[in-house]
């Protein structure tokens, strides 16, 4: 098994007022992290609120994190 090397950052999920995922906020998030030389991102982590979104949320941030990276 490959170690994780280098910086990682745990991110967590932005919210829009409406408590709705704000996507727009998590693609800037990552773009910052990945221009920032952050080697890896731990995502649907506990930071990332993953006990109180709904497993439709947690494919689509994927989705997005990953289009992003």
Do not use: C, W
Request: negative net charge; hydrophobic residues 45%.
């Amino acid at each position: 098994m490959q170690e994780f090397v280098g910086m990682g950052v745990a991110l967590v999920t932005p919210f829009n007022e409406d408590l709705s995922v704000d996507f727009d906020a998590l693609r800037k998030l990552v773009t910052y992290n990945i221009d920032n030389g952050t080697n890896y991102l731990v995502i649907n982590g506990t930071t990332a609120e993953s006990a109180t979104i709904t497993k439709e949320e947690k494919i689509e941030i994927i989705k997005v994190i990953a289009e992003v990276n």
